[in-house]
């Protein structure tokens, strides 16, 4: 592992992803770091490798991914050949969406919906791939980023046991280290970008930094349910199930949508994602397997599933999506100091996050090129 790169990018998820090969396409010889503090790459469109039961392995975060009807030229050479080899599947028709009435059907959307084979986080994976020189990209997993400073035209990263990795250029996928949340979630006094410049210095981080502290953000909460190797899961005829919740139910409950995956051994996960905008609090297993029976109550497969479900995990997302104040395109890249900034905390126009991501590392690459 080197200490010196020509980019150094913090996070290994889908923007970061597609940042780093978007670059390595233009600049195949260019050296690239992604620091993430997960296991392994995706983010939060990673899969899990359950530690409680080495046999279970599934999409905790992100089940799948959206795409706008027309997308770009560029994202169409990206997404394209994983379409074509079948790394990507359509699974539109297992999206429904369930209201108050317990009414299920499919949801009307412009969008396609895809998942990748066999899990999640091989989307990231194999974007990667796409690479023209993989050897110039490099990964530090489970890797806190402690600090950044800029010192003599260089970037300085500290990361755990004090380690200083020096780079060209920074790349921030997410605005964890720039928004104001980072205080309570990191457990600091200052902002991490900010340390790195005095006010007045650059004027386009001075403006991301202020800009950056009206935006909100959801919450997230993952409740992981598991149900055992059974005639119940057996006559279960779906292979990759996703319901989301009404307007109403969302609202009511903080139940955004749920999620079914089979696994090896012929189990079940079920993973119901719930949101919050306000307060951020437990829901216990009995209350939500009663909220789901109530909400379910005319469909006897799920009653079924629900009642043998086992309360098997939790996952608290401290990275999610703004639902508000996105920033403008103009900030995402300092030629001054050689610092950018990709991920769906900037404007896409009317698509979805994961596309909203992947536009910004794609427009990122091309401003380093002007």
Known sequence: MNNFYDFIVIGAGISACTF????????PNASILLVEQGRRIGGRSTTRLS???KILEYDHGLPSINFSNNISKDLASIISPLIKSKVLIDITNDILLINERGDIDQTLVNEKFYRCLPFMFSFCNEMINQSRNRSKIDFLFQTFTQSVIRKDGLWQIK???????RSKNLILSSSLLAHPRC???LQIDSLPL????????????????????????IKRKNYILYVPNSEIVKNFNHQYLQIFFSDS?????NFERIIFQRQLDRSMIIVLHCYYTHGFFDISFDTIIQT???????????????????????????????ISNLLPKDL????ASKIGFCGDWFEAGNCGKAEAAMLSSIRLTKLLTR
Request: hydrophobic share 40%; glycine share 2%.
């Open 332 to 335: 995402q890249w300092s030629s």
């Open 183 to 185: 205080l309570e979630i």
């Open 249 to 253: 139910i969302k609202e009511y409950f």
């Open 292 to 322: 789901l029976i109530r909400i379910f109550f005319k469909h006897k497969k799920f009653l079924d599933l629900y009642l043998n479900a086992q309360y098997f995990d939790k996952m608290d997302w401290r990275a999610s999506q703004p």
């Open 20 to 27: 780093a090969v978007s670059v390595n396409k233009r600049f």
């Open 194 to 217: 900010r340390l790195a410049f005095k006010n007045g210095e650059d004027i386009i981080v001075d403006s991301l930094l202020k800009k950056i502290t009206f935006q909100k953000y």
């Open 159 to 165: 990361v755990n046991h004090k380690r200083l990795i």
């Open 51 to 53: 530690r409680k039961n």
